[in-house]
């Protein structure tokens, strides 16, 4: 196993609601794990995923959010959101959880790795990817 | 080619068993093979022998024993999404102190590391559900 895929985790749901939030998280980090080129995509509900400040106390459910700060820790290197899913919810990028990253060896850091993109570019990176994890 | 498949839905609440098992079938037909079924989320609710659906419908989870037993395919139940649903096989249910499993035949309870050496092995990766 030692060619490393292009790895795509399409998230489409919000998170709480049903499970797919938490459990395509809980694959992300496996990937991970397999040294794999791992990506994540918010689009639709899913962009709520990153939203910040949920607290999940009145609804006796784990809080995974802040899971998602932790993600350049596992290296993963791209996280992105879909332009027009944030702006048809009255989000913006300021309503999102900041994932910084940095690698140990090299010393490069990024303060912020989610970046907002258009569909267009969206389509590109799914196009560009050798596997899409669709959750 | 060779196929990983992915199944994220339970059986008859939703088509997606079906739809990934009549895919698998007609791809192993033409000949293609089949590198993994892995079953997530309450896909793993298609791995327990006690299904009893009526005489007149079909069987969803004896489709995917009968395919696995003609073409040796293997039909990998997720362990995290199966201790949250209650799926159970003998080394589960000593590991958990349960009093019985429910594991169909063919099927195998392991992680998740399994779904993504499946997605490196396979030249396509095919998910069902919504």
Known sequence: MSDKKQFMFLNRRAPYGTIYAWESLEVVLIAAAFEQAVSLAFIDDGVFQLVTGQDT?????????????????YEVRHIYVDKDSLEARGLTQDDLQVVPWEDWETEETVDNIVEVVDSDKLAELLEASDVVFSF | MKFAIQVNEGPYQHQASDSAYHFTKAALEKGHECFRVFFYHDGVLNGTRLTTPP???R???????????????????????????????????????KDATNIAPRFRISGLGQLVEAAIQCDKLVVFGD
């Open chain 1, 57 to 73: 106390t009145g609804i006796g459910m784990k809080n995974f959010s802040p899971t998602y700060k932790t993600l350049g820790d």
């Open chain 2, 55 to 57: 005489q007149d419908d």
């Open chain 2, 59 to 97: 069987n969803v989870v004896n489709n995917w024993v009968e395919l696995a037993e003609k073409y040796d395919l293997d039909l990998v139940v997720c362990v995290a999404a199966a201790q949250r649903r209650g799926i159970v096989d003998e080394g589960e249910a000593q590991r958990n102190g």
